[in-house]
């Protein structure tokens, strides 16, 4: 099986920075696109920021672009989600998302989600 665990959320004020992790582990041979997702009170999970497995930054949604840089450590099987000049409104659970191939053949390929780590802004 294969187990995703976020770490470095936390409680910050308005303008502040944080840092969240993502670590893979478990039966991994190889880990694809990795993305950040995260879901506010009453709204809908939304995506965040996606990674390709070349570390080829893909996608930020409008609201964290210019604040938010995602990036991975593939010899860590681990991604990372640098979060500036944070706001009230990126207040949420974020939670971390990988495809996994976890043998060599067949050459499938499944979603993994972590468990949600939260990040409050807020003064």
């Known amino acids: 099986q294969v187990q995703l665990v976020e770490s470095g959320g936390g409680l910050v004020q308005p303008g502040g920075s944080l840092r969240l992790s993502c670590a893979a582990s478990g039966t991994i041979f190889s880990i694809y696109d990795m993305n950040w997702y995260r879901q506010a009170p009453g709204k809908q999970r939304e995506l965040v920021a996606s990674i390709t497995a070349a570390g080829s930054t893909n996608y930020y949604t409008d609201s964290v672009k210019g604040r938010f840089t995602i990036s991975r450590d593939n010899t860590k099987n681990t991604m990372y989600l640098q979060m500036n000049s944070l706001k009230p409104e990126d207040t949420a659970v974020y939670y971390c998302?990988?495809?996994?191939?976890?043998?060599?053949?067949?050459?499938?390929?499944?979603?993994?989600w972590g468990q949600g780590t939260q990040v409050t802004v807020s003064s």
């Open positions: 998302n990988a495809a996994v191939r976890m043998t060599p053949y067949p050459p499938t390929r499944a979603y993994y």
